[in-house]
Nanobody, 118 residues
Framework: QVQLQESGSGLVKPSPTLSLTCTVSGGSITTLYYYWSWIRQPPGKGLEWMGAIAYDGTTYYSPSLKSHTSISRDPSKNQFSLQLSSVTPEDTAVYYC??????????WGQGTQVTVSS
């Protein structure tokens, strides 16, 4: 069974960049037809899909966040990462990483709280 664990910033000040990493176990991020996403949930709001990186390294982004977001991966570490630029308090949220195959069940990390405050 695929397991995901987010790591990265907790309480941060508004800054040029913020990085989070998702470490995957029980499966490879290069497994055919798996898509690895970042999803966030701001306080009092619903889930927001931010973007994904596919098994072949292709990236996909939410149009509203594309200029603000970058997703990369390190297959040697079985990790994928999120970089947010121009971070503001509006980026305060619980950030989740997610694995979704083309067919079958999806998997979620437990989430990591990121609070942006000056």
């Amino acid at each position: 069974q695929v397991q995901l664990q987010e790591s990265g910033s907790g309480l941060v000040k508004p800054s040029p960049t913020l990085s989070l990493t998702c470490t995957v176990s029980g499966g490879s991020i290069t497994t055919l037809y798996y898509y690895w996403s970042w999803i966030r949930q701001p306080p009092g709001k619903g889930l927001e899909w931010m973007g994904a990186i596919a098994y072949d390294g292709t990236t996909y982004y939410s149009p509203s966040l594309k200029s603000h977001t970058s997703i990369s991966r390190d297959p040697s570490k079985n990790q994928f990462s999120l970089q947010l630029s121009s971070v503001t308090p509006e980026d305060t949220a619980v950030y989740y990483c997610n694995a979704r195959p083309l067919l079958g069940s999806e998997y979620w990390g437990q989430g990591t709280q990121v609070t942006v405050s000056s």
